[in-house]
C-alpha cells in the first residue's frame, strides 16, 4: 500500500505536468482538489484516464471521482478494493 | 449612423436534411435526424450523432464540386447551404461578386486531416498535397468563397460553438457601422474523430438520444451541419428589390471567465450576452416569444442558461426550446443552423418542440414540447462554447 | 477608424520579448525553421496555470501581459486574437491520443487547449474579463480580421482593446508545410522559411499617455493580379491624402525568395527606404502582426534595427510607416502606422 501511494504521487506529478512538486510534498491524506494541491475538474478526468489505463479501474461516473479523488489515501483505498 | 440589417436569404443543411423546407418539415412532423453513425468510420459506432445523410460523394456532387483531391464534409456542406441561401435572397452574378463571407468553423478540414495524419504516424505515404492543404479553419471560407465566385471581404471566425453566432453578430455590426453593404454569414463543421472523441473524453456525450432540459439529461449528442444567412443593410436591399425575412436587431458577445470548458453555475456570461444584446436592440419594450436555447443536454449548460434566462426575464421565461434534441450540438455551425430555425420560427409564426423531454429540469423552466403555432416577434437565440464565449442574437419580424 | 498603440510586445525567433535590449543581439538559426527565443516564463506567468499551457497560449499570454503593462491597462475593453493554424501542439497531441488507444479512453486535456479560442478565453479567464472575446483563424487574414475587429470596437466606443496574433510550429506542422510547398525544408529551396511566434497590442480609441504609434488606416484584399498591387497602393495612400514622399519607410514581408508583388512594391517605393521583417519573424499566417509590431517600435524608438534595412536610406526620423504584406500571392495587407504625438 505506502509503495502504491508513493509511485500514484509521482505519476500524478508526471501526468498533469506538477513541476513545482516533489512526491514527498504531497501528504498521504492531504486534500488534492480545492485548497491542498489545488486540482480541478479537468484533472479529475485526467486522473480516471490514469486509473483505467494504470491500473484497469473504471470510474464510470465523474461525480463518483471525486469522492475517490479525495486524497492519496482514498485513490489508494479505492484501487485495491476494486483491483482484479 | 446606424443601418438597420435585414435577413435577405438563407439555406441550411442538417440531420434533418437538406433546404429550409425539409429542416422545416421534418421539425413539424417531430421527427429527430439523431441516430448512430452511417458515414463517420468511429468505434463509437453505437453513439448516436445528428449525421447529414449522405456520403461524401454525394455531398460532392450536390455541391458541384469535382476536385480530384479529397474535399472536407465542412466545405461541402457549406458549399450547399450557402448556395442555398444566395438563391433564396436571388443575388446575381455581380451581387455576389461584391457580396463578403465571414464563415464560422471549430475543426475545419480536421475529417481530413484525421485520416491523413493517421496513415503519417504508421509511417505510411500520404499525399500531402491533398490531404493537409485544407486543414486550416480559413480554407473552408476560402473555398466556400470561390465556390459561389465572391469576391469581397473574407473573414473566419472560430470561438467554439458559438462561432456562427459570432459570424452573424460580425456582419450585423460591419452593416450597422455602414462598412459593407451585403454579408453571407454563418458557419459550418463535419463530424469528426477528433471532436467525437474529444467529446467523449470531456464524459459529456449521452450514449443515448440527449434530452435538453430533462431532469435526467445525460450530455449532448454531436451533429453536423450548414447553415448561411445573407444580410443587408435597408439601403441594399431595396436598391436590388429584395425581400427581407426578418431583421438582425440585437446580438451581443461576453466572457463567462469562469472555465475553460465548463459554464459557471450562474450563467454570468449568458447573462452577459443576452442584456447587450438587449440593448443593442434599444427597445426597453421589447418582448421575446420565443428563445432558441442553447440547451446542449449537459448538466452543466442546460442549468446555467436556465439561471441565465431566469434572471433576464425575471422568472417569466418565454417559451422555449432547443432544437440540438433534433439536430445533435453542430458545433461551429450551431449559432447559423438555430438562426435559420429563428428565421423560419417568425416567418411562419411557431415555436419547435424539445424533443425527448420527459421529466423538466426541477427548477421550474417548462419547455416546449411540441411544434406549434403562436405569434411571434421577436426571438432570441444562445450560442456558447468553451472558452466562455458567449454570445446572443435577436431575431424580429419585419 | 484610428487605433492609438499604447502596448505593444512580440516574442519571434529574435530577441524581441526584451525591449531593453530589442534585435541588440542576434541569433543565428541553424534549423530549417526559426523557432520562438522564448523568455523565462515563469516569471511572467503564474506557474500553477503553466502547467497545462502550450507554446503558443505561454507566447500569448506572455505578449498580452506586456503590452497591457505597457498600456496601464488591467481589463481590457475586447479580447482578439487571431490565429492561422491554432493551438497545433495540442491538436497534434490528441490525435495521437486517437490513434494509439484506437479511440479507446483518451486524456481530455490536450482537446480541451486544441479549441482555437484557447488562447483568448484563457486570458478572459485570467483576467477575470468578462467583455467581447473573438478569436479568427483566416489563412494570412487572420490577424487582419483581428485588427479589423478592434477597430471597430474602437469605433463603437471601446476605450481600449487588446488584440494580437500568434501561430506554433511543431516539427510535424514544419514537414507538412514543406511539402505542401507553403515552405523551405531546407536551404536550397527557394521558399520562405518557417517561423512563429506571438505579437500583441492595446490599441486605444484616445491618445493618452501611453500612446507611442496609431494604426491609422488598413486595408486586407485577396487575390490581385502584380499589375494590381501598384493601383492598391495609390488607392490607400489617396485615401489617407498623402503620396509616396510622405512615407518615411516601408516595411515588407518579403524574405529574399523573388516574388512579383514585392517587386511591384519596390519599383514603385524605389524612393523610398525599405525594410523588411520575416527575416526576425519568418513565415507564418500571423507573421504579419510581428510586421505591426515591429513598425510600431520603429516609430516609438525612431530607429531602423539591425538586419531590418533593405535598401534606400533612412533619413533619422520616422512619421509614418506604410506596411506591405502577402501571404503566398493570396492574402495582401496594406497598413499606416503613424508616430504619436505626431
Not at chain 2, 472523441?197 to 450548414?226: M, T
Not at chain 2, 439601403?235 to 459554464?263: F, I, K, M, P, W
Amino acid at each position: 500500500m505506502r509503495n502504491l501511494q508513493e509511485k500514484l504521487k509521482g505519476e500524478i506529478i508526471e501526468l498533469l505536468n506538477l513541476e513545482d512538486l516533489q512526491p514527498e510534498d504531497i501528504g498521504n491524506d492531504e486534500p488534492l482538489f480545492g485548497s491542498g494541491v489545488g486540482l480541478d475538474s479537468i484533472d479529475a478526468l485526467e486522473l480516471i484516464v490514469l486509473l483505467e489505463r494504470e491500473y484497469g479501474v473504471k470510474i464510470e461516473n465523474p461525480e463518483e471521482g471525486r469522492e475517490v479523488f479525495n486524497s492519496i489515501n482514498t485513490i489508494a483505498a479505492f484501487i485495491e478494493k476494486n483491483r482484479k | 449612423m446606424s443601418h438597420r440589417v435585414f435577413v435577405s436569404g438563407y439555406g441550411i443543411v442538417s440531420a434533418l436534411g437538406f433546404g429550409a423546407e425539409a429542416n422545416l418539415n421534418a421539425l413539424k412532423q417531430q421527427v429527430t435526424g439523431i441516430a448512430p453513425p452511417q458515414f463517420l468510420k468511429t468505434k463509437h459506432c453505437t453513439l448516436p450523432v445528428g449525421e447529414v445523410k449522405a456520403s461524401n460523394e454525394s455531398l460532392a456532387e450536390m455541391a458541384g464540386v469535382s476536385d480530384k483531391k479529397p474535399v472536407s464534409r465542412t466545405v461541402l456542406l457549406g458549399l450547399i447551404a450557402a448556395r442555398e441561401a444566395v438563391e433564396k435572397a436571388g443575388l446575381d452574378e455581380g451581387q455576389l461578386r461584391t457580396s463578403g463571407l465571414i464563415s464560422g468553423t471549430t475543426v475545419g478540414g480536421m475529417d481530413i486531416s484525421e485520416h491523413a495524419y493517421q496513415s503519417l504516424q504508421k509511417g505510411e505515404r500520404v499525399d500531402y498535397t491533398k490531404s493537409f492543404s485544407g486543414h486550416d479553419c480559413g480554407h473552408s471560407t476560402q473555398a466556400i468563397a470561390t465556390g459561389l465566385r465572391l469576391s469581397g471581404a473574407l473573414s473566419t471566425i472560430s470561438t467554439a460553438c458559438s462561432s456562427s453566432a459570432n459570424t452573424i453578430m460580425q456582419a450585423a455590426r460591419l452593416i450597422k457601422a455602414g462598412q459593407v453593404e451585403r454579408v453571407i454569414a454563418g458557419g459550418t463543421d463535419a463530424l469528426s474523430l477528433f471532436t467525437l472523441n474529444g467529446f467523449n473524453s470531456l464524459k459529456i456525450l449521452d450514449a443515448e438520444l440527449c434530452k435538453p432540459f430533462d431532469e435526467h439529461r445525460q450530455g449532448l449528442n454531436l451533429g453536423e451541419g450548414a447553415a448561411y444567412l445573407v444580410l443587408e443593410s435597408e439601403a441594399a436591399l431595396n436598391a436590388r428589390g429584395g425581400v427581407a425575412y426578418a431583421e438582425v436587431t440585437g446580438y451581443g458577445n461576453a466572457n463567462d471567465a469562469y472555465h475553460q470548458t465548463a459554464s459557471s453555475p450562474e450563467g454570468k456570461g449568458a447573462f452577459l450576452a443576452i442584456k447587450k444584446a438587449f440593448e443593442i436592440a434599444g427597445k426597453t419594450d421589447l418582448t421575446i416569444d420565443y428563445v432558441n436555447a442553447h440547451g446542449t443536454g449537459t448538466a452543466n449548460n442546460d442549468l446555467s442558461e436556465s439561471n441565465a434566462l431566469k434572471m433576464i426575464f425575471n422568472d417569466q421565461v418565454p417559451a422555449l426550446s432547443s432544437t440540438k434534441s433534433y439536430t445533435g450540438h453542430t458545433l461551429g455551425a450551431a449559432g447559423a443552423v438555430e438562426a435559420v430555425f429563428s428565421v423560419l420560427a417568425i416567418l411562419g409564426q411557431h415555436v419547435y418542440g424539445n424533443y425527448n423531454l420527459s421529466l423538466p429540469m426541477s427548477d421550474g423552466l417548462e419547455p416546449e414540447r411540441n411544434f406549434r403555432s403562436i405569434k411571434i416577434d421577436h426571438v432570441l437565440s444562445n450560442s456558447f462554447g468553451f472558452g466562455g464565449n458567449c454570445s446572443s442574437l435577436i431575431f424580429s419580424k419585419v | 477608424m484610428k487605433g492609438y498603440i499604447s502596448g505593444t510586445a512580440a516574442i519571434t525567433p529574435q530577441h524581441t520579448f526584451d525591449t531593453g535590449r530589442y534585435l541588440e543581439e542576434w541569433v543565428d538559426h541553424q534549423t530549417s525553421y526559426l523557432s520562438a527565443t522564448e523568455p523565462a516564463y515563469r516569471e511572467i506567468i503564474d506557474p500553477k496555470l503553466l502547467r497545462r499551457m502550450s507554446r503558443i497560449i505561454k507566447m500569448s499570454v506572455a505578449s498580452a501581459y506586456k503590452a497591457m503593462q505597457m498600456a496601464k491597462v488591467e481589463i481590457p475593453g475586447a479580447v482578439i486574437v487571431g490565429t492561422g493554424l491554432g493551438c497545433v501542439q495540442d491538436t497534434e497531441k490528441f490525435l495521437k491520443e486517437i490513434i494509439d488507444n484506437e479511440e479507446g479512453i483518451l486524456s481530455p486535456t490536450a482537446f480541451i487547449q486544441s479549441t482555437h479560442n484557447t488562447i483568448a478565453g484563457q486570458i478572459a479567464l485570467m483576467l477575470q474579463c468578462p467583455n467581447h472575446n473573438f478569436t479568427f483563424s483566416n489563412r494570412g487574414h487572420s490577424f487582419e480580421n483581428a485588427l479589423e475587429d478592434a477597430l471597430l470596437q474602437l469605433q463603437e466606443g471601446v476605450e481600449h482593446v487588446l488584440v494580437g496574433g500568434a501561430d506554433e510550429i511543431t516539427p510535424i506542422v514544419h514537414e507538412l508545410m514543406g511539402s505542401i510547398r507553403c515552405v523551405s525544408i531546407n536551404q536550397e529551396d527557394q521558399l520562405s522559411v518557417l517561423g512563429e511566434g506571438a505579437a500583441f497590442f492595446i490599441l486605444t480609441k484616445d491618445q493618452n499617455e501611453q500612446s507611442f504609434a496609431a494604426i491609422e488606416d488598413t486595408v486586407a484584399f485577396n487575390n490581385p493580379l502584380v499589375d494590381d498591387v501598384r493601383g492598391k497602393v495609390v488607392q490607400f495612400l489617396d485615401r489617407n491624402e498623402l503620396a509616396s514622399a510622405d512615407i518615411d519607410l516601408v516595411l515588407m514581408g518579403h524574405n529574399g525568395v523573388a516574388d512579383g508583388f514585392f517587386d511591384a512594391m519596390g519599383d514603385l517605393m524605389k524612393e523610398n527606404a525599405i525594410a523588411q521583417f520575416k527575416n526576425i519573424s519568418g513565415e507564418s499566417f500571423t507573421a504579419s502582426a510581428y510586421g505591426h509590431h515591429l513598425a510600431a517600435v520603429m516609430l516609438q524608438k525612431q530607429q531602423v534595427f539591425q538586419n531590418t534595412l533593405v535598401s534606400g536610406k533612412f533619413g533619422g526620423s520616422l512619421d509614418r510607416i506604410l506596411l506591405y504584406n502577402h501571404y503566398k500571392g493570396v492574402n495582401h495587407t496594406l497598413t499606416l502606422l503613424s508616430k504619436c504625438p505626431s
